[in-house]
């Protein structure tokens, strides 16, 4: 697949992410999507905030604010059962929260090593 097959392909999943957040009795709004290299540096290079490699600047991640009743879910384990869904949609999607610094908001698609 090239890159933008599986940029399309995260976007697709990301819908029915949403979807199943909405059906599960969650909300969410957007956090960062693509971080632009205009703002947070090229591949490789550290920006304001964030990886020097990540897959937001590859338009492979986005990261979900997520709530229930009305009330913000700060923290990585209230992603659980979200990560879960996601990483059964497909084989090369990850979930922040399984990283060594869980970053539970974040939802990827590992590419050439990043995630
Ligand atoms: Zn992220």
Request: proline fraction near 4%; include cysteine; glycine fraction near 12%.
């Amino acid at each position: 697949m090239t890159l933008s097959e599986h940029q399309q392909e995260f976007a697709l999943h990301i819908g029915y992410l949403l979807q199943h957040i909405n059906a599960a009795g969650y909300a969410c709004t957007f956090g960062d999507a693509y971080r632009s290299p205009k703002a947070f540096g090229g591949m490789g290079e550290k920006g304001p905030y964030g990886r020097s490699k990540s897959a937001h600047k590859q338009r492979l991640a986005v990261d979900l604010n997520l709530f229930k009743d009305g009330r913000y879910l700060a923290d990585t384990e209230d992603h659980k059962p979200i990560g879960e869904y996601w990483k059964a949609l497909h084989p090369l999607n990850r979930w922040g929260g399984d990283f060594s610094n869980p970053d539970g908001n974040h939802y990827s698609r590992w590419y050439e090593g990043i995630a």
